[in-house]
């Protein structure tokens, strides 16, 4: 087997532009799977292991940057990302157990693009923002438009994830939630996921608020039916019922070896209606 080990992101690009059948391996904790099943034969492998600029976190003053290449267990003990993007973190805390946590990146987990990628609600609520670099020069999309359907993605020909960045939100929420449902507490994929931030002014009635699903669909999907539903509304079991009720505008849950969709559509309902109802000023 061909492993090329780069030292920068622009080597490593250099180095897909060569041979374009060539696999990136980041943590490898979804690509070993692959492996053992025949999936890599005869695929040369560039190990970005050695990309130390994609292993950083970079706070500035409008956002942080999390290089592709930071675990998921450095995303848990980041100050800033514990204080400001903490839905994040939950989510990585409940990514496979402690030996995944270690190994998985953050670029990983958006690039091989599982609609049960627990980090995609968290990153649709915060507003995400993909950093690429390839061949044909550097990119930004948004986390929505780098998913195109069930592990496929929107990254070019020879296409690297080098960041993913996420701008501080312009509001402080009044409440924040992530929830993950899944077979087991511990070491299972989800079935339903979901992420919420809301703010409520001081008469009760919603400021803003941001809702994303997971697993429910190939793609997270943010409830802008429910969001537009709900803003300026006082947030009341009314309120709460008619944004649940609007759950299937914006995403038809699918039936799937891990769940059916009546499952999954009636879980979400409740995670989204318990949500709404804890909210407190
Ligand atoms: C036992 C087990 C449990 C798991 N549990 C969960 C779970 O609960 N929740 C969850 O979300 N995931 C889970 N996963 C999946 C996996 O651990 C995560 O998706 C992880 O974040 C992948 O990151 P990685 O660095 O290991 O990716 P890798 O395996 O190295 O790569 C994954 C894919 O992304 C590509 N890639 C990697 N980095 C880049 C980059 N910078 N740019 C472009 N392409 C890139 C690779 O070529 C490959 O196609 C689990 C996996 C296992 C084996």
Same mark, same amino acid.
């Given at each position: 087997?061909?492993?090329?080990?780069?030292?920068?992101?622009?080597?490593?690009?250099?180095? #897909?532009?060569?041979?374009?059948?060539?696999?990136?391996?980041?943590?490898?904790?979804?690509?070993?799977?692959?492996?053992?099943?025949?999936?890599?034969?005869?695929?040369?492998?560039?190990?970005?292991?050695?990309?130390?600029?994609?292993?950083?976190?970079?706070?500035?003053?409008?956002?942080?940057?999390?290089?592709? #290449?930071?675990?998921?267990?450095?995303?848990?003990?980041?100050?800033?990302?514990?204080? $400001?993007?903490?839905l994040?973190?939950q989510?990585?805390?409940?990514?496979?157990?402690?030996?995944?946590?270690?190994?998985?990146? #953050?670029?990983?987990?958006?690039?091989?693009?599982?609609?049960?990628?627990?980090?995609?609600p968290? #990153?649709?609520?915060?507003?995400?923002?993909?950093?690429?670099?390839?061949?044909?020069?550097?990119?930004?999309?948004?986390?929505?438009?780098?998913?195109?359907?069930?592990?496929?993605?929107?990254?070019?020909?020879?296409?690297? !994830?080098?960041?993913?960045?996420?701008?501080?939100?312009?509001?402080?929420p009044t409440r924040a939630v992530f929830r993950k449902v899944?077979? $087991?507490?511990?070491?299972?994929?989800?079935k339903t996921m979901f992420a919420g931030l809301l703010?409520l002014?001081?008469?009760?009635?919603v400021?803003?608020v *941001?809702l994303a699903f997971?697993?429910?669909?190939?793609?997270?999907? *943010?409830l802008?039916?429910a969001?537009?539903?709900l803003?300026?509304? *006082?947030l009341d079991a009314a309120a709460a019922g008619g944004a649940a009720a609007l759950l !299937?505008?914006?995403?038809?849950?699918?039936?799937?070896?891990?769940?059916? *969709?009546?499952?999954r559509l009636e879980a979400s309902r409740n995670l989204l209606v318990r949500f709404l109802e804890g909210a407190k000023?």
């Amino acid at each position: 087997m061909t492993v090329v080990s780069p030292r920068t992101g622009a080597e490593a690009v250099r180095a #897909l532009a060569k041979d374009p059948k060539a696999v990136p391996l980041a943590g490898g904790t979804d690509l070993m799977v692959g492996w053992n099943m025949g999936l890599l034969n005869g695929r040369a492998i560039v190990d970005l292991s050695r990309v130390t600029e994609w292993q950083k976190i970079t706070v500035s003053r409008r956002s942080v940057v999390i290089g592709s #290449l930071v675990t998921h267990s450095e995303i848990q003990k980041h100050p800033v990302v514990r204080t $400001r993007f903490p839905l994040l973190v939950q989510a990585c805390a409940t990514v496979g157990a402690a030996q995944i946590q270690n190994r998985g990146t #953050l670029g990983g987990n958006v690039a091989n693009a599982s609609p049960a990628g627990d980090s995609f609600p968290p #990153l649709a609520v915060y507003e995400a923002i993909v950093h690429c670099a390839g061949p044909g020069g550097n990119r930004v999309v948004s986390i929505h438009e780098i998913f195109a359907g069930v592990k496929r993605t929107t990254l070019r020909p020879g296409e690297l !994830i080098e960041a993913i960045e996420l701008p501080f939100p312009p509001w402080v929420p009044t409440r924040a939630v992530f929830r993950k449902v899944g077979t $087991r507490a511990a070491q299972a994929i989800s079935k339903t996921m979901f992420a919420g931030l809301l703010r409520l002014k001081k008469d009760g009635t919603v400021a803003d608020v *941001r809702l994303a699903f997971g697993s429910l669909a190939p793609t997270v999907k *943010r409830l802008r039916s429910a969001e537009r539903f709900l803003t300026g509304r *006082r947030l009341d079991a009314a309120a709460a019922g008619g944004a649940a009720a609007l759950l !299937i505008d914006d995403v038809s849950p699918i039936d799937d070896v891990r769940s059916t *969709r009546d499952y999954r559509l009636e879980a979400s309902r409740n995670l989204l209606v318990r949500f709404l109802e804890g909210a407190k000023r």
